[in-house]
């Protein structure tokens, strides 16, 4: 099943899609795809509403309208760093992933615009893997208990400015957290249409060329492993979001270094979970909502 909201933005509405050209509402079932939703088990309790739906012809065709972050505003919003093997590099691997986290208000729209911040020199691009989770998590036991709690699978860019990130006090917050850092979607994909991960390609252009493609075969901790180690330190929330770490070619990687610039084009995509475009736009044109 794969979840979306689409409309204007704070007044999206759940949907379900059933193909490029249609969609089931089923905003008179469920408030929104927020933390309530996934506490309760909500894309399970979904399946025979939709299949119902779908039989008798209850379907919508999409129209021009805006499409959303699949997720409400989650509780929290969790990066891993430095999360994939890169091209004949041997620097040893960490023992402990980098963990760092994003405002929840990062989030927004796979098409909607990125502001570059005001300042900023050094914004970059990040195709990953996104996680939900679906329940409430602490000191998981191992990988396959970590399994049972992801409610789905999501396409994200994570947006970065490497010069807050890096020389504001070494804070990645501060370089990961500005308004239209994350964007997410089109859709949510629940572990029975996807499957496990384990071999899902991502890919990136900028401007129209090819900078990231990888798999998360190269992953160096599988996203079991991330979301267990992370519920050894915190209370991991329905409906939070974990990005899992990105391919080579981010901007930072490139010889030399690319970074973001008004009129820029990003298009990302990922194995069974849709493109997003992005237009970039100049400094202090963010629109909070």
Not at 35 to 51: D, K, M, Q, T, Y
Request: glycine share 10%.
């Amino acid at each position: 099943m794969r979840l979306m909201r689409i409309g204007p933005p704070g007044r999206e509405r759940p949907v379900v899609r059933v193909d490029q050209q249609t969609y089931i509402d089923v905003s008179d079932l469920v408030e929104d795809y927020n933390e309530a939703f996934f506490a309760a088990g909500g894309p399970r309790l979904l399946h025979e509403a939709v299949a119902a739906r779908r039989a008798v012809g209850t379907v919508h065709r999409f129209d021009a309208e805006r499409i959303g972050a699949p997720i409400a505003r989650p509780h929290q919003i969790l990066g891993v760093g430095a999360n994939y093997r890169s091209p004949g590099s041997d620097a040893p691997v960490a023992q402990e992933p980098l963990v760092f986290s994003k405002a929840p208000n990062s989030l927004s729209g796979p098409y909607d615009p990125v502001h570059i911040p005001r300042d900023s020199t050094h914004t970059d691009w990040e195709v990953e893997l996104g996680v939900v989770i679906g329940t409430r998590s602490h000191y998981l036991a191992d990988d396959e208990a970590a399994l049972t709690v992801i409610a789905g699978y999501v396409l994200v860019n994570d947006i970065s400015e490497r010069t807050f990130q890096k020389e504001r006090g070494g804070q990645w917050l501060k370089g990961k957290s500005a308004p239209t850092f994350t964007p997410c979607g089109p859709w949510l994909v629940t572990p029975d249409d996807l499957g496990a991960p384990k071999n899902l390609r991502l890919w990136l252009d900028h401007n129209g060329l090819r900078r990231q493609d990888g798999t998360t075969a190269d992953m160096l901790l599988s996203t079991a492993g991330i979301i267990r180690h992370l519920s050894e330190f915190m209370v991991l929330e329905p409906g939070d979001l974990i990005n899992t770490g990105a391919p080579f070619g981010a901007g930072k990687d490139l010889s030399p270094p690319q970074y973001l610039t008004p009129g820029d084009t990003l298009t990302c995509g990922a194995d069974g979970l849709g493109r997003q475009h992005q237009t970039v736009t100049g400094a202090g044109r963010e629109q909070v909502a």
